[in-house]
């Protein structure tokens, strides 16, 4: 009982380094968006590197490509809603409140393989 008394999160964390895309969700019509790289993923948030400031309590839409394939041939994407919890040098940490996955278009996926980005 310890551990769970020395640490808040409840869920366990996956050191995972893989691109992500975010885009903070603004009421006022202005858009953000940057890239990253996630640092380590839970079922519950996403711990990321950030090229903006990212300021606690705004909304984010991130989008991280996934490394396992559907049915061994589509690629795919988590796309996650959330707030950001914490924001250091550089780093984010956002909660996640929402979250799918959505299939990747076939070119997308055929650059990713060969180590190219399609955009």
Not at 20 to 48: D, P
Request: with cysteine.
């Amino acid at each position: 009982m310890q551990r769970e008394k020395d640490n808040r999160r409840n869920t366990d964390r996956f050191p995972i380094e893989r691109e992500l895309r975010y885009k903070v969700i603004n009421k006022r019509g202005g858009e953000e968006s940057g890239e990253g790289k996630t640092l380590n993923i839970s079922s519950g948030g996403v711990f990321f590197t950030t090229e903006h400031l990212l300021v606690p309590g705004r909304r984010l839409e991130i989008s991280i490509s996934w490394p396992a394939l559907l049915n061994d041939k589509c690629a795919l994407r988590l796309v996650a809603h959330g707030r950001v919890v914490r924001f250091e040098e550089g780093r984010a940490a956002l909660e996640i409140q929402h979250y799918e996955f959505r299939t990747q278009a076939a070119s997308a996926a055929a650059g990713k393989v060969s180590g190219l980005t399609v955009q």
